[in-house]
T-cell receptor, first 114, second 112 residues
Framework: DAGVIQSPRHEVTEMGQEVTLRCKPI?????LFWYRQTMMRGLELLIY????????DSGMPEDRFSAKMPNASFSTLKIQPSEPRDSAVYFC????????????FGSGTRLTVV | QKEVEQNSGPLSVPEGAIASLNCTYS??????FFWYRQYSGKSPELIMS????GDKEDGRFTAQLNKASQYVSLLIRDSQPSDSATYLC????????????FGRGTSLIVHP
C-alpha cells in the first residue's frame, strides 16, 4: 500500500482565495482525520470521519473551513476564503478503528497564505 | 479539556546514551498510549503503543506506563544521531471515541 496520500505537498495562495487540500486514505481504513500543525498550537484535530460520515467537526476553527468525504478513498479540506493565520501544515491520517491502534499520517500539505 | 503534557526540550544526549522522554496526561480513564516520532519537515510516524501498566520493549525503544501516576515515558537506548527528532505523546480519550489527544512534543538531539 502506498500509505496515506496527500496533495498538494505545498500550496502558496493569496489571502481571500479558496484552497482545497486532498487526501486518499489507506484502503480498508475506516477512520479519516484532518489535523493542523503549527509551532504555536502543536497538532490540532480539525475533523474526523468514520465510514465517510463526519463524526466530530468541533475542531474546525471557523465556517471558512469545510471537509467532505464523498467515498472511502477520497477526502477534501477546503478553506474559503483563506487568511494568513491559516498558514500551517495540514495532515491527513487514517486508521483502522478509531485510532486505538494508532494512525498513519500522510506527508502533509504546507499551506502559506500571503 | 483533556491535556497531554510534554517538556518541549530540547533534550540533548550524547551518542550511545539513554534518552528518556516523559509525558503526563489528565484523563484518568485513558486506555491507549502512543509515541510518534516526527523528523523535521516530515509527518508523525507511530513507533510505540502501550495499553497496560509496565514496560513494553521494541528494539532500542521501551515504553513505560504508570496509570496510577498518569504518566507514560519512552526510553531510547544506545541513542543515535538518527534518533534526533521530535517525539509526540498521544493518549486516547476515555469518553468512548478513543480519539487521541497529542502532546506538543519533545525535541531530542543526539550529538556525536
Amino acid at each position: 500500500d502506498a500509505g496515506v496520500i496527500q496533495s498538494p505537498r505545498h500550496e502558496v495562495t493569496e489571502m481571500g482565495q479558496e484552497v482545497t487540500l486532498r487526501c486518499k486514505p489507506i484502503s480498508g481504513h475506516d477512520y479519516l482525520f484532518w489535523y493542523r500543525q503549527t509551532m504555536m498550537r502543536g497538532l490540532e484535530l480539525l475533523i474526523y470521519f468514520n465510514n465517510n460520515v463526519p463524526i466530530d467537526d468541533s475542531g474546525m476553527p471557523e465556517d471558512r473551513f469545510s471537509a467532505k468525504m464523498p467515498n472511502a478513498s477520497f477526502s477534501t479540506l477546503k478553506i474559503q476564503p483563506s487568511e494568513p493565520r491559516d498558514s500551517a501544515v495540514y495532515f491527513c491520517a487514517s486508521s483502522f478503528r478509531s485510532g486505538d491502534y494508532g494512525y498513519t499520517f500522510g506527508s502533509g500539505t504546507r499551506l502559506t497564505v500571503v | 479539556q483533556k491535556e497531554v503534557e510534554q517538556n518541549s526540550g530540547p533534550l540533548s544526549v550524547p551518542e550511545g546514551a539513554i534518552a528518556s522522554l516523559n509525558c503526563t496526561y489528565s484523563d484518568r480513564g485513558s486506555q491507549s498510549f502512543f509515541w510518534y516520532r516526527q523528523y523535521s519537515g516530515k509527518s508523525p510516524e507511530l513507533i510505540m503503543s502501550i495499553y497496560s501498566n509496565g514496560d513494553k520493549e521494541d528494539g532500542r525503544f521501551t515504553a513505560q506506563l504508570n496509570k496510577a501516576s498518569q504518566y507514560v515515558s519512552l526510553l531510547i537506548r544506545d541513542s543515535q544521531p538518527s534518533d534526533s527528532a521530535t517525539y509526540l505523546c498521544a493518549v486516547t480519550d476515555s469518553g468512548g471515541s478513543y480519539i487521541p489527544t497529542f502532546g506538543r512534543g519533545t525535541s531530542l538531539i543526539v550529538h556525536p
